[in-house]
Every structure is written in structure tokens, then in C-alpha cells.
């Protein structure tokens, strides 16, 4: 049947979620005798899961090699060509070849390719303050940043840990660090923690964190971190305090790794991540793929594209990669918005857009904040649940939902993620067929409140 | 601005969910000088949790009023002229009035309705054969029967349970019971317990139960039960088998309650129901409405109506008839089929269509089960799932799904039951934006693992 095709090569760059996801279903769809692939990682890893480290750190997962889902070792017994410790240095798209340096030996070659995929991930925003690279002071990025802040923590006596901030990796290093029997102060530029909610939902995380004995402070800007004389950390200083400190974690986000892309001129979208088409090419490069936390996405709510640096969206978009590079066909239409998160047993949620991002793109909205329980009201362990919702003023689509409770609040928000997904509106959610029995839920699904309540409201402002 | 209008009456027949939904809800949008509203009911309570009985029986709930949504005072002092013990034995709809007797004095009277609302509920199916009316044997329909079951088990010394059926009400029922310390055999007539399950799924039903030390009796059909002298039960007696029992329960399902509506001529369905359109008005009748246990419903799904007997359910047809008689519109489009359960900690749920229901409307269809995690597998207490979904041969439609396993397995049906409910394909699912962190979910869904499958089975059948 390929009598007349040549071999083709297949080039990866980034050996994480979703390069090596594009490696591996490009391989079950093309044997080696049509397909050579070979994948570049500049680290010692494979497919593991960053965000798994605030549990490995936290004590839950107590084996590293337990957040590795697949080795080197079983992708080159796939006939997968892994260069480890190898990085990519640049690309050369009118030669279609990659120049790669040996971590190492620091030895280059160039690399030709047919088909290219970048999956360089991102990289932690590291503030540009004095101390920021102090003994003590930990990014949670990688394998190696988990282990080096472990290490950090039996080497440290002291038990007192400041996080900067309080956004996902923030709020779950908090909890980790709390497991650990560390006196914890998450220092926080917003106004409330967990800034992908809106203020009046991560003031409930905020409640909820300092009663867990947290020491949340908002509204606080780093400006450095004072070391001792032998090099370490010991505070964290905003524009009007000082925090003591024995380690310093920083989750203050991270940017799209994409220098090897715009230094060849690939198309960077607002947020810096490649922009790409629904079957992941790079706009304009036929041969060109790209998936994972190095690009922008589309926001199927509001139509803009965002960066959301997510494993499940990276494993599917490697998906999505391998299955076209293998001759098949596959989408990745795009996103709505959502993530779950926890700190010690409080369940925070989100999906679709909050209140400023709808101001932002000119949506009008009605929101409804509701107050419900996870399971029947008569029922053990019953726990109170809030859930907003914002629906579209007049038309009542659903805009977003977001939830904070305890056990079962949640992946409760999936069923607003597919109902965004689906463009339903909060009448219509209100008679979906959720399941009930009382130990599973109330009569009325806390969802169903909600949605109930700002049809109502949606109705009464027509 | 009601000056013109005379006052109208509104009668309910039947105090639960339904009638008492419908009542409150017409109450909320008028007031007593617009409408009165008379609610019949022939037992003690009103608005009570008939689905929370297994868990008060099993001890979960201590306490039998907080199986009470709403009491009898309370809705009285909204001005709903409830009348309690007081049973509808007439519905004359030229004269548009309803005959009532007091269950207590046996006093009747003829109450006259511009609206009425039939909420008359189900009855459970008692078999007809010898001793089915033992001291002993219970059914567990009302709060009254609750009751009678847990007077049983104060009084009696033996610890031999059967539960005969191996539904909801039955696994739920042998849940309790192991609960309270019995040895609980289940007499099932069908090839597995749950048979809203494909018997694939029930197997792995089958299997927990008898784990948890139940004993469980699949193809036997009671023929009899055995009394001692004193008229208590001693035995179930099966085609060829029997069991030892100090105490029986029944739970082989319910019928609608619907003799009044058919002595009537109202239009009954293919299973005894009433037929209502979506505004849940009787078919034919502008000023009757019909809601709860007593109703057909449509089944989104195959186009077909369907008899289930669900809280949730009966609550939001109160909703909308209370909502349409008050003035406002709102409809029930119709059910998926979804119901979520538990025995002990394993976790039942399913929606939409089995194959048995597939085949039977005419439906090709290819269908898959995976096993994945209710967690990343890495994480503690990362339980397995079992996930079968079925997706319509060569359209990919979704069809139905259902879960077996543990903790965070049955309130996944939810997404598909919103998925269901928007016409989604397998495909359009695999790439829903689920919410995912470790301690949630694995990377990917164990629904989106299922809907891969079943988009690559389907895409493969072309």
C-alpha cells in the first residue's frame, strides 16, 4: 500500500503531556516503516503529571515515579526516538530542521523533519526582585523543582513557609505545605485568592483557608526577599510588611514557552502562545503542530483566545496531533473555562467566564448566587455548597458557573461545562435529568438552583 | 388590577412532591385574594423524602421528620387549605368538582375546582400469593410504612432479612439492612440485580453486594412466603428454593396510582400513567394538570413514554404546573433516564438507553466499557469505574451511559446526562472540557476515555 510513499520523520519538541501524547497515538496509527519519530526533552522526564507535585510535596503521593505515566523506556520500546536532556536551540522552517544541543556535552546537530510538533509547555514567571533566586525560594514547575523543594524542607528546621501566590499552584502548595505541619502565609496581589473566580466567590476560599490556619494576605505586592548571610531566605517582604521565612514557594503563574517559535516567526497570539487551527496546525504552516501549555486556545464562551496552561488540555491536543499527523482526522474545537482545584477539604470550581470577563467582551449579564448542600438535606455528611451563576441578560445563556463547597462541590461543575459547551440556556438547565437519590444530592441539584434562579432573573429583567 | 377576576380554586390531590411543588409554587405567584388552593391528602404527612426511607430504616438518618420537607402547618400558614387523612374518591369533571371522604369519620364531601392538579402518586406492586400480607412483610412506600418496617425490627429477634426485588428500592433496602446487623439475602427475578442496567453492568452489582456478605438469588420468582402459627413470616418460597426469613421486604417496584384519572376517562399511557403535554396539562383537559409518580413522561432519548417514579422528577412538575397555573409558563420537556444509587460505598448511575431499549425502538448502535479511576491513579484513594456507553452506529450519537464503582462514580452520570440532553456525539464529547486536577479526576475523564472508544468504534464501523 506505501510502496510509493518514503518514510516520513515526525520531530517533537518537548517530551511532557502533549508531545509525547502526539508521539504516541501518531505511532499506533503509523507503524516505524512509515513513520520515524523522533522527540526532544531537554529535562530528565517523560509524560508525568506537574500537577501532581503539591500532592508528591504535600506527603499524599509519597513515589515520585508515580506521577510519571509513561517512561523513557516504554516510549522508545515504541519505536519513539527519545533524546533526553537534549534541547531544541532553533528551528529552521525553510530547511524543516530543528538544531539540538546536548544538555550535557553542549554537542548541536541539526535534525530534519516532515512533520514538526512543539510542545515546549511553559515556563514559571519568576519576579524580577532582589532574592527571587535565593537558596529557599521554589518554583513547582517540574520534577526537578518538586524535588529540590523537598530537599529544601528535611534540610530546613524552620517551619515557616510563605507562598506567593494564591491562584492554583498558590492555594495547593498552601495545603501541601500545611500537611508538612508548616505555619503557612500565602502573600497575594489580588484582592482574594483564586483570581480566576470572581472576588465574591474567593472570599469564601480566603474564609475557608484561614480557617484551615492559613495566614492569607491580600492586596500585597512582593518587592523582595531579604537572604541571610549564608545565601538562604529568611523573609518575604511586601510594600508594607515583612513576612519571616524558612522557604518561599512561588505560583504566581507562568508564560507560554515560546522564544524557538517567535524566533522563527511562527504566529503568537495576545497572551504569547502559538495560535493555532482546530485540528492544532500552526496558522499558516501546513507541516507545523503545536499543542499543550505553549499555546492559546479558543474560548468557546466568549470567542477570544486565552492561555490556559491545563494537563487534560495538553494530553488533548496531543490527541488531537497524533491522530492527524497519523492520517486520521480529529478537532480540538476549544475550551469553556473549566478548573477544579482543593485546599485541604474545601473544592473550588470553575467554568466559563466571570463577571469582568463578560464586562470585557460587552456581554450583558443577570447573576445569581445560591446557597445548597451535596446531598439530601437529612443525609450524613450532607455539605453546604455556593454556586454563582451568570446568564447572558435577555437571551439567559448560560455565561458561567462557579462553585466553592466541600465533598462533591467540585466536579459538580461539569455540568455547567457541558451545558456551556452545548450554548443551553439557565431555563433550559433548569429541567435537566441530573442524577438524585438523597446521598448523591438534594431533590433540586444545587446546579438546578442556580439555574432556576437566574431564569427567573433573566425572565423578570426581559 | 384583579377586579374583573373572581376568585379562582385551585385542588390538589395528593400532598407530596408533585401536588405540594404544584401548590406552592401557584401560591408564591398568587396570593389568597387571586386563588385558593385545597390540598387533599389520605395519609399524616405532607412533602416527605419517600427516597430518603432505605437510610432512615438503615439508621443513616435518626430522625424520621427530617424526612419532612415541609409539614402540614407550615404550608397551611401560606394559606394552603391542606386537608390531611382525606381521600379523593371521585373526580366528576363535567361538574368540575372532586368527592372527598375522611378516612378517619368517613364523612364525604364534594369540592368544586377551576384548576385541579392530580399528584396521586404510585402504589407499590404487591405480589398476589399466599402470605403476602404477613405480619412481617413490608413495603417501604410511605412514611407509614417506614415506620411499620422499623417496628418489625425492634420487635423481632431473628436477624434474617430477604429483600425480595433487586431495583433501587432493593439494593438500597439490603444496604440498610446489612446496616442494622441482618443477614440480607436478595430474591431477584432477573439474571442480575439493577436490571436498569445492561446485566454486564448488573454483574458487577451482583458481585459487590455479595461482597459486602449479601446474599444475592438472581432468575427466582417468589411463589409464596410461609407464616408460622402466630401469622409472622418464616420463609420465602422461590420456584425451587427456600429461604429462612424473619422479616421480608418488598421492593419489586410501583405502578402509577391512577384509578381516579381512569374511572374518569382521563388518558392513560402504555404503563398506567397519565399523558400530559410539556406544560404537564392533561392531554385534552385545558384546566387539569398531572404531575409525579402518576405520569408518563417522554424519553428524550427514544421518542418514547416512560413510567419513573423519582422525587426529582416529581418536583419539577410541581414547579411547572405550580408556575403555569399561577400565571407564568414553563414546561417539562422530558426525562434521559437518569438515576444514581449506592449500596454501601459502591456507586450506581445510568442514563438514556440500554441495548435491550435500543434495540426494542429500532436503534443500531456499537457500544464499549472501559475501566479507569474515579481519581488520578497516583492519588490516594483513587477508586476503579467501570464506564459502558453506548453511541448510535454510524451518527455517533449518544445513547446512554452507565458507571459502576466507587466514591465520585455515580454524579459522573451527569455529563452525560447533559450531553443526552444537547444531541451530543461520542466525538463532540471527547474533547469536553472537564474539570481535572489529581485529586478530581484523571487526566482524562473516565467519560471521556468511554466517549474516545465508542468515537473510534463508531468512526470505525463507517
Known sequence: MNMSRARERLVVIGGDAAGMSAASQARRLKGPDELEIVAFERGH??????????????G???????????????????DIGLRLRTEVTELDLDGQRVRARDVDTGEESWTSYDQLVIATGARPIRPDMPGADAAGV???????DGQALLDTLEGTRGRRA????????GVEMAEALINRGYDVTVVNRGSEPMSTLDPDMGCLVHEAMEG??????????VTKILTSEDGRVRAVVTQDREFPADVVVLGIGVRPETALAQAAGLPLGPHGGLLTDRSMRVRGHENIWAGGDCVEVLDLVSGQ???IPLGTHANKHGQVIGTNIGGGYATFPGVVGTAVSKVCDL????????????????????????????????????????????????????????????????????????????????????TLD???APPFSPVWDPVLVAARKAAAKVLGSL
Chains 1, 2 share one sequence.
Request: charged share 25%.
Open 45 to 58: 522526564f517523560t509524560s508525568y503529571s506537574a500537577c501532581g507535585i503539591p500532592y508528591w510535596v504535600g
Open 60 to 78: 499524599d503521593v509519597t513515589d515520585r515515579d508515580r506521577l510519571i505515566a509513561r517512561t523513557p523506556e516504554e516510549h522508545r520500546a515504541r
Open 138 to 144: 521554589h518554583g513547582v514547575q517540574t520534577l526537578d
Open 162 to 169: 510563605v507562598v506567593v501566590g494564591a491562584g492554583y499552584i
Open 212 to 221: 484551615l490556619g492559613i495566614t492569607m494576605v491580600n492586596d500585597a505586592e
Open 305 to 307: 483566545d486565552r492561555h
Open 347 to 430: 473544592e473550588i470550581a470553575r467554568t466559563g467566564l466571570r463577571e469582568k470577563d463578560a464586562h470585557r467582551v460587552g456581554l450583558r449579564f443577570e447573576s445569581v448566587t445560591i446557597e445548597s448542600t451535596s446531598r439530601a438535606g437529612y443525609y450524613p455528611n450532607a455539605s453546604p455548597m455556593t454556586v454563582k451563576m451568570l446568564a447572558e441578560h435577555r437571551t439567559g445563556r448560560l455565561l458561567g458557573v462557579q462553585i466553592v463547597g466541600r465533598e462533591g462541590a467540585g466536579k459538580r461543575v461539569d455540568i455547567a461545562a457541558v451545558a456551556l459547551t452545548a450554548g443551553m440556556t439557565a431555563e433550559q438547565m433548569t
Open 434 to 436: 441530573l442524577g438524585y
